[in-house]
């Protein structure tokens, strides 16, 4: 996307994981028939675990109920979520399982132009993860990058994330109904409006004349 000979590789942030030999990754991809943002949107709000994702990634009533840490950096938005002595997450049943209740963190960075790096984990109640102890934890780190397709910025690994797809398209759909109608921030839209914010300065900064997209 853009301009190439703007291109810093400074800005590109650290995913050494991704082809790391010490880490053990599963590359993905989809495609969605609907604007980027609405993507970033969804990864902003992990509220969303508990509605879209109980039987797969995991989020019961208390999981929306975190208040969650949110920051701004220069050129990311962070938001740090951290659940304390809950049921483990059910995708992980195939892969670990501990005796009891577990801690979990969800720990990420949206970096601009759109690229979640997540810190993911669990580790059993009572073994200090809330204190950055990570005993017999099971851990992921992700790196999701969000790609518009088009001009006009519309574009368009799991059962998780295609259960993101439905409620994002079905967004798509009500917000083509009418597109002439704000969108209006809730006080749980903290982190993706910060991220909205940051995105359209940089946009800004980088072509003035720019109209940015809905
Ligand atoms: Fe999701």
């Known amino acids: 996307m853009g301009d190439i000979d703007r291109a810093d590789p400074s800005l590109i942030p650290d995913t050494h994981y991704l082809d790391d030999a010490g880490w053990r990754g599963t ?26 994702h109980e039987s797969t990634l995991g989020g019961s009533a208390k999981y929306a109920g975190i208040s969650p840490k949110v920051s701004r950096a220069e050129r990311s938005v962070r938001v740090e979520r951290r659940l304390v002595n ?87 759909k009500i917000l083509d109904m009418d597109p002439e109608t704000p969108m209006l921030p809730m006080r749980m839209d903290r982190a993706l409006a910060s991220f909205r914010t940051l995105l359209e300065q940089a946009i800004q900064e980088e072509n003035p004349e720019s109209v940015r997209d809905k």
Request: glycine share 8%; net charge negative; proline share 6%.
């Open 27 to 52: 590359p993905g991809y989809m495609y969605y028939d609907a604007n980027y943002l609405l993507i970033t949107d969804n990864l902003l709000d992990f509220s969303h675990l508990s509605y879209v």
């Open 86 to 172: 809950d049921e483990p997450a059910p995708f992980l049943s195939n892969l670990k399982t501990w005796p009891g209740n577990v801690n979990r963190w969800n720990i990420y960075d949206v970096v601009l132009p759109g690229v979640l790096l997540m810190d993911s984990g669990s580790a059993a109640t009572g073994t200090g993860a809330p204190e950055g102890n990570r005993i017999d934890a099971a851990q992921f780190f992700g790196c999701q990058a969000v790609t518009p397709e088009t001009e006009n910025l519309r574009q368009s690994v799991l059962a998780g994330f295609l259960e993101d797809k439905g409620i994002i398209l079905a967004q798509q």
